[in-house]
């Protein structure tokens, strides 16, 4: 695509600032709720508000009457819970904050590139508007909270009311620092706290109404360990959604943020977390030690932070939603419509995606392994390759990358090397010009396996995984662009597929990985069929494929079929592997089937046939618990497995599990000739200990 203008780097005036000058200067914070000074509650009014609220009083009253208490001790509890959850916005403590982080974000970052049109658009309507703002970025890292604080301080805009987890109220003195730049807090389950349930309902409720300031939360819930969108999250949006019913705002306006890092600042925790090492507790003594990444100046590269259009709720929350519940007080919002807002703000994060070199880069060196890794990849011949997919990305699928101003001496080579030099502990060039994978993983006495989640790998086993699964993160992003074209691949046969054959297949496969990939779920086939004929003209019109006589060949373009092929082939390996442990459960194991133990089984059978096959679960990607997860809540959802509540363990549907198996099986998959545990020591820059020690 096009140079976009619109991006500007947030650190190049930072750099010639004084930094205590320009985070202590005269500011008037634009206010995103425009309301009258009546209207406005502070951190006390709130408060009262909450416990004043006729549901809160009731619940107060159930709560006392059940389990015996006083009211005047359950009013006390409640008290202390709206305490422990209110903000309190403190200029100052963000003032002081500021100077801290910028010198951070200067250490850490290369640039922080911001899309300045949008978020002067945004700004601009702010000023005219007395809709309430609602910031929602995506959740790729914990530093996403305080970038988009820092980008907001740093535009004159005011903080916003900030949804964060217990995790990091319990962190000493952090957690109070928080609350003063905006954070409330939330428990991360009460549901079967009906006092907690409601005073947090009101607490949103009148926020919403009567804060001047916008409210910010993650629609993901949790931080992406894999860069990919994961599913949405309903809880919170609904209760912002329903808020719009009590008539005190004329409408909400969730403005979709997309952040993307060259490096995250948990890249290698996160790849242990999805091979089931439990992430560090978080304290402020782990946070004071994660500073040693301060130590490297730009070792996390740069960040791109693209903002979407605002979408209005009023859209879908017409004034007969309103008239119902003036009526009956009861009523609540249908979840479809909350369930449409969300995928329409998981569609924008999205659209607004920046791939960044690395991405092309970690996908075309995962493909080298998988298909040809005894021939070195000189760098020549990776800027060959780079050249060509990425105009294939942003030409043909329409993916955004941002161009900086190209000098007459700029090459693609160069381009590659710059975004190399974050990740000099993951991928170099050597001497001799080749890239080579460095090993990733440290051995066992650096990190604590108690707690593990999943099965207990090899160190063999680990020794390629870590680096592998750290190669797939930074892949991850483009499957944004490239799933649906993906899934087409794994549909046609080398002899050809019958036209309607490989759309039932599509079907299939879409239905199946749609949690996986954050799809829309739709039923309606000919929005089905209109879905894959773009996708499918798309590669067409690249010789990928060709159709003659009713049926679908591989065309001439047989590099862009296998990169496509293959970069979906752990995700359906994992299906087949999920769906065959189910089949053979009782015969395999004694233990009863939950959450936990098929996390476990699979894991343990993905790295048996790691080592010991050429058919199904090569990749290290296999290995990855989030994938399970992910697998495992798409089969829920298509009731091929349920959930038994009495026992909280679940049962099969053998048939539609026996359908499902012989479907997969029908699916024409090319596995790669050489397996890739085998493959991987001809890339990696150091030898592989042969260590079969269970950890």
Known sequence: ??????????????????????????????????????????????????LHDKQVKAAIDTVARTTGASVKDVEGSARAMINEMASKADLATVRWLGIFITKAMKRMFSKIYINETMLSNLKRETRISQVQYI???????????????????????????????????????????????????????????????????????????????????????????????????????????????????????????????????????????????????????????????????????????????????????????RQRKILQPSYKIPSSVVENIAYLIIEAHKRNTVLIPINIIALLVNERIQTNPKEPYTLDSLAQDYRWFKSFVTKSLKAFMHE?????????????????????????????????????????????????????????????????????IYINPTLIFLAQTAFITATIAESGTQIEAALERYALLRRLLSTEFVMRPIEDEALIRTEWEKSLNVLLSQNCLYTANDSIFIGNNTKLFSILHNVVLPFIDVIYVICILLSEWTERTSVELTDRTILVETQKE??????????????????????????WSSLLSQDVVAHQKHSNTYRTDRAKLAYLIGALRELPLRHPTEIYVNAFPSIISTPLIDVQAKL
Not at 16 to 22: I, N, S
Request: charged letters at 25%; hydrophobic letters at 35%; glycine letters at 4%.
């Open 1 to 50: 695509m096009e140079h976009n203008p619109g991006f500007v780097d947030l650190l190049e005036n930072r750099r010639r600032d004084c930094d205590f000058l320009w985070a202590t200067r005269p500011m008037d914070p634009s206010l995103p709720h425009m309301l009258p000074p009546e209207s406005v509650y502070d951190r006390e009014r709130v408060m009262q508000a909450v």
């Open 135 to 321: 910031y929602v970025p995506s959740h790729r890292s914990y530093l996403d909270f305080v970038l988009l604080s820092y980008i907001l301080f740093s535009y004159d805009m005011a903080l916003p009311n900030i949804a964060a987890g217990m995790d990091f109220y319990n962190m000493k003195i952090v957690g109070e620092l928080l609350r003063k730049t905006g954070a409330f807090y939330i428990r991360r389950s009460f549901s079967n706290d009906v006092l907690y349930k409601q005073i947090f309902r009101s607490y949103i409720s009148t926020i919403v109404s009567h804060s001047d300031r916008a409210i910010e939360f993650f629609i993901e819930g949790t931080r992406s360990r894999s860069q990919k969108t994961t599913m949405p999250k309903y809880g919170l949006l609904s209760i912002i959604v329903e808020s719009l019913l009590q008539g005190d705002v004329p409408d909400i306006h969730f403005v979709p943020m997309s952040i993307n890092y060259e490096r995250p600042p948990e890249e290698l925790l996160f790849v242990y977390e999805m091979l089931g090492v439990p992430k560090p507790k978080e304290s402020t003594t782990g946070l004071f030690r994660s500073l040693s990444i301060l130590q490297k100046p730009f070792s996390h590269g740069r960040i791109f932070f693209n903002i979407g259009e605002p979408i209005s709720t009023s859209r879908f929350v017409d004034r007969s939603y």
């Open 404 to 472: 900086t101003e190209i000098t007459a001496n700029d090459t693609v080579k160069q381009e590659i090397l710059e975004s190399l030099k974050p990740h000099d502990e993951l991928i170099v060039v050597d001497s001799s010009n080749t890239l080579k994978i460095k090993q990733r993983h440290k051995g066992v006495k650096q990190i604590n396996y108690s707690n593990i989640k999943g099965h207990p790998l090899s160190e063999r086993t680990l020794q390629v995984a870590v680096p592998a699964i750290n190669i797939a």
């Open 606 to 631: 993905v790295e048996r046939l790691m080592f010991e096959t050429k058919d199904r679960c090569q990749h290290p990607y296999c290995l990855s618990l989030d994938l399970y997860s992910t697998t």
